[in-house]
């Protein structure tokens, strides 16, 4: 028995109805953690090569980390895969929340959920106890109202659930899972997975406190980042007032050209500043909530009464990526209907970066005349008209007219449309690229080619953290990173800070801590030490990212996903024809240099990135060359 753990993972198979648990051993928990670590594990071990995303046989996890579920900040998170049917490959996603950190309580560390179904239904799990119910009623229901009917059916208020709507029914491969109605475990299509399942929704509930090997440790780091996050090396102070998306990191990043714009074919913005948490604030008002244990308080709510579109305070408000998803790279300045298209999403359970690479995809393919009216179903669909967008939200949703061509991402409604419309699919493995850019942030580039999960903008450090002295330096110096480099550097220094932080991002994501958190990799090995009683250290912690990206990478292969994949737009390639990266493009001799040496660096075969050997026994899966 690990300490802090529950040291149970809770199996169900929807076709059979059979429930189980699992006990794993603490080398298990050593040597995989928990998240990342234990989807990597199950999808290697447990799915059959080839097996359709949308079949019985995948697998869909709910990994918690073991700081799950304590009194932590940054605490309430869980890691959500399954074989994409976005990208073929591995879907990870995390989310916040109550849901993660009640699953803990409720006595695991994890669920893994296989089979389908019969019916729809929904899995109620309370203090260790499972129930498969009916959903047939639930079945074409919201998220919202999905989460009030089973809240009034079980008698209980605030339940913490993890639930698809009508997006994640249909299939869409765009689709999410959203955890407690506003929180998206976003990425890969997981909601498509859930849907596959009959599974309309997962309730939970827990109270079973974790115990620590050392509790007055344990309470005195909590307490300690309770009390400082506002002066820690990191974001927090600024999104602790605002949130995500203010006007120094939209309206700044406009001035250096990191903000997206109409699918990334140009590089400025005229109206950043109104799209805006700043403007957001000042015109419509929102408040702020928090995750379990944390004083960060991100999360944005939004209600809007009085303006163009009605939304309700119950689905949340837009964050970074949704007010440039739905923002610049829509070429919408429209604040109302940005946080309108953000309660869709949540909704109908669509992944807001996707859903918005992918409409960003068709207006530009509209503007081209690759896409005629006749297309659309009469819908004018050009970059700035927010009533467009919003159309093609639910007919995306409801695999609708041309949303039904869309629902399954940009690069297979290329390949249907044909004409050249795979030039503007901007995504990497089938995954649309989140929203920063590659060609400022050329080590994230690297990373966005090159990561599991498709173009994931947490897989690694930003580089432009790390240009000169400060705090985006003192927090990798730790890692062997002595000397600022630029943003566009893809020398073997900035390859190697590059893997470094990769490794600390599946450590975090396999521990799992919030990105918004500051905690530097020491406190969080210090933080498991206290939890568990182990004699952990930076380098197991090292160990253990590394361990979990080869992994990743590994599934990949088998399923078919070779170095050819590992490959950004063209776009991406030319510079913008306005704002501060005009004249300014990835070099592509420069960028497949980088691939090359990340695969040396990594212990992959520098051509074909497929890990040796000799690597996957260092780390200690020799087992998953079979």
């Given at each position: 028995?690990?300490?802090?753990?529950?040291?149970?993972?809770?199996?169900?198979?929807?076709?059979?109805?059979?429930?189980?648990?699992?006990?794993?051993?603490?080398?298990?928990?050593?040597?995989?953690?928990?998240?990342?670590?234990?989807?990597?594990?199950?999808?290697?071990?447990?799915?059959?090569?080839?097996?359709?995303?949308?079949?019985?046989?995948?697998?869909?996890?709910?990994?918690?980390?073991?700081?799950?579920?304590?009194?932590?900040?940054g605490g309430a998170r869980l890691c959500v895969g399954a074989k994409s049917?976005?990208?073929?490959?591995?879907?990870?996603?995390?989310?916040?929340?109550?849901?993660?950190?009640?699953?803990?309580?409720?006595?695991?560390?994890?669920?893994?959920?296989?089979?389908?179904?019969?019916?729809?239904?929904?899995?109620?799990?309370?203090?260790?106890?499972?129930?498969?119910?009916?959903?047939?009623?639930?079945?074409?229901?919201?998220?919202?109202?999905?989460?009030?009917?089973?809240?009034?059916?079980?008698?209980?208020?605030?339940?913490?659930?993890?639930?698809?709507?009508?997006?994640?029914?249909?299939?869409?491969?765009?689709?999410?899972?959203?955890?407690?109605?506003?929180?998206?475990?976003?990425?890969?299509?997981?909601?498509?997975?859930?849907?596959?399942?009959?599974?309309?929704?997962?309730?939970?509930?827990?109270?079973?406190?974790?115990?620590?090997?050392?509790?007055?440790?344990?309470?005195?780091?909590?307490?300690?980042?309770?009390?400082?996050?506002?002066?820690?090396?990191?974001?927090?102070?600024?999104?602790?007032?605002?949130?995500?998306?203010?006007?120094?990191?939209?309206?700044?990043?406009?001035?250096?050209?990191?903000?997206?714009?109409?699918?990334?074919?140009?590089?400025?913005?005229?109206?950043?500043?109104?799209?805006?948490?700043?403007?957001?604030?000042?015109?419509?008002?929102?408040?702020?909530?928090?995750?379990?244990?944390?004083?960060?308080?991100?999360?944005?709510?939004?209600?809007?009464?009085?303006?163009?579109?009605?939304?309700?305070?119950?689905?949340?408000?837009?964050?970074?990526?949704?007010?440039?998803?739905?923002?610049?790279?829509?070429?919408?300045?429209?604040?109302?209907?940005?946080?309108?298209?953000?309660?869709l999403c949540g909704l109908y359970s669509l992944d807001t970066i996707s859903?918005?690479?992918?409409?960003?995809?068709?207006?530009?393919?509209?503007?081209?005349?690759?896409?005629?009216?006749?297309?659309?179903?009469?819908?004018?669909?050009?970059?700035?008209?927010?009533?467009?967008?919003?159309?093609?939200?639910?007919?995306?949703?409801?695999?609708?007219?041309?949303?039904?061509?869309?629902?399954?991402?940009?690069?297979?409604?290329?390949?249907?449309?044909?004409?050249?419309?795979?030039?503007?699919?901007?995504?990497?493995?089938?995954?649309?690229?989140?929203?920063?850019?590659?060609?400022?942030?050329?080590?994230?580039?690297?990373?966005?080619?090159?990561?599991?999960?498709?173009?994931?903008?947490?897989?690694?450090?930003?580089?432009?953290?790390?240009?000169?002295?400060?705090?985006?330096?003192?927090?990798?110096?730790?890692?062997?990173?002595?000397?600022?480099?630029?943003?566009?550097?893809?020398?073997?220094?900035?390859?190697?800070?590059?893997?470094?932080?990769?490794?600390?991002?599946?450590?975090?994501?396999?521990?799992?801590?919030?990105?918004?958190?500051?905690?530097?990799?020491?406190?969080?090995?210090?933080?498991?030490?206290?939890?568990?009683?182990?004699?952990?250290?930076?380098?197991?912690?090292?160990?253990?990212?590394?361990?979990?990206?080869?992994?990743?990478?590994?599934?990949?292969?088998?399923?078919?996903?070779?170095?050819?994949?590992?490959?950004?737009?063209?776009?991406?390639?030319?510079?913008?024809?306005?704002?501060?990266?005009?004249?300014?493009?990835?070099?592509?001799?420069?960028?497949?240099?980088?691939?090359?040496?990340?695969?040396?660096?990594?212990?992959?075969?520098?051509?074909?990135?497929?890990?040796?050997?000799?690597?996957?026994?260092?780390?200690?899966?020799?087992?998953?060359?079979?």
């Open positions: 028995m690990v300490k802090g753990l529950a040291n149970r993972i809770l199996r169900v198979d929807l076709s059979s109805g059979r429930v189980w648990i699992e006990e794993p051993d603490e080398l298990f928990y050593r040597r995989y953690l928990g998240g990342a670590g234990i989807l990597g594990y199950y999808l290697l071990k447990e799915l059959k090569a080839g097996v359709d995303p949308l079949a019985p046989e995948n697998i869909l996890v709910f990994a918690n980390g073991p700081i799950t579920g304590t009194p932590m900040p049917p976005l990208s073929g490959g591995m879907a990870k996603s995390e989310a916040g929340g109550h849901f993660g950190y009640e699953l803990k309580r409720a006595g695991f560390d994890a669920l893994v959920v296989q089979g389908k179904a019969e019916h729809p239904v929904y899995l109620w799990i309370n203090n260790g106890a499972v129930a498969i119910k009916d959903a047939s009623h639930l079945w074409g229901q919201t998220v919202l109202a999905t989460q009030d009917a089973i809240e009034t059916e079980l008698g209980e208020k605030r339940l913490p659930t993890a639930a698809i709507g009508p997006a994640g029914e249909n299939l869409a491969a765009i689709s999410c899972i959203m955890t407690d109605v506003r929180n998206a475990a976003g990425r890969g299509g997981l909601g498509a997975v859930m849907g596959s399942k009959n599974l309309k929704c997962i309730a939970v509930k827990g109270k079973t406190k974790p115990q620590e090997a050392d509790p007055d440790k344990y309470r005195e780091m909590a307490r300690w980042m309770s009390h400082n996050f506002m002066k820690a090396v990191g974001m927090a102070a600024s999104i602790h007032k605002v949130g995500t998306g203010s006007a120094a990191s939209m309206v700044g990043g406009n001035a250096i050209g990191n903000l997206p714009v109409r699918n990334w074919s140009d590089g400025h913005f005229d109206n950043a500043a109104m799209i805006t948490t700043d403007a957001l604030r000042d015109t419509y008002g929102y408040e702020t909530e928090a995750c379990p244990a944390c004083p960060v308080r991100c999360k944005k709510v939004v209600g809007l009464e009085n303006s163009s579109y009605k939304v309700d305070r119950r689905n949340g408000g837009p964050e970074y990526e949704t007010l440039a998803a739905f923002g610049s790279f829509l070429g919408i300045d429209d604040l109302a209907a940005i946080c309108r298209a953000n309660e859903l918005g690479g992918t409409i960003a995809f068709a207006m530009e393919c509209f503007e081209k005349g690759i896409l005629k009216p006749e297309d659309t179903g009469g819908i004018d669909l050009r970059f700035g008209n927010a009533d467009a967008m919003l159309e093609m939200i639910g007919l995306i949703a409801h695999r609708q007219g041309i949303g039904d061509i869309l629902a399954d991402g940009s690069r297979r409604a290329a390949q249907r449309i044909g004409r050249g419309a795979i030039e503007l699919s901007m995504q990497v493995k089938g995954v649309e690229i989140a929203m920063h850019e590659p060609r400022l942030k050329q080590g994230l580039g690297l990373m966005y080619s090159i990561a599991a999960n498709g173009a994931d903008h947490g897989s690694t450090g930003h580089d432009a953290l790390f240009t000169q002295e400060g705090r985006g330096m003192d927090a990798v110096r730790s890692l062997g990173s002595l000397d600022p480099l630029p943003a566009n550097d893809l020398s073997t220094a900035k390859v190697d800070r590059v893997k470094n932080l990769h490794f600390v991002r599946n450590f975090t994501d396999s521990l799992i801590t919030c990105n918004f958190v500051p905690w530097t990799l020491r406190q969080q090995v210090e933080m498991l030490r206290a939890l568990t009683g182990w004699d952990y250290t930076d380098f197991e912690a090292l160990r253990l990212g590394e361990r979990v990206a080869t992994m990743a990478r590994v599934f990949n292969l088998r399923e078919g996903l070779t170095a050819a994949d590992d490959q950004l737009p063209e776009r991406f390639f030319s510079p913008t024809p306005r704002g501060a990266l005009k004249g300014t493009a990835i070099d592509p001799e420069a960028m497949n240099r980088a691939k090359r040496t990340f695969y040396t660096l990594m212990g992959w075969d520098p051509v074909t990135g497929v890990p040796t050997q000799e690597k996957l026994e260092e780390l200690g899966i020799g087992w998953v060359a079979q």
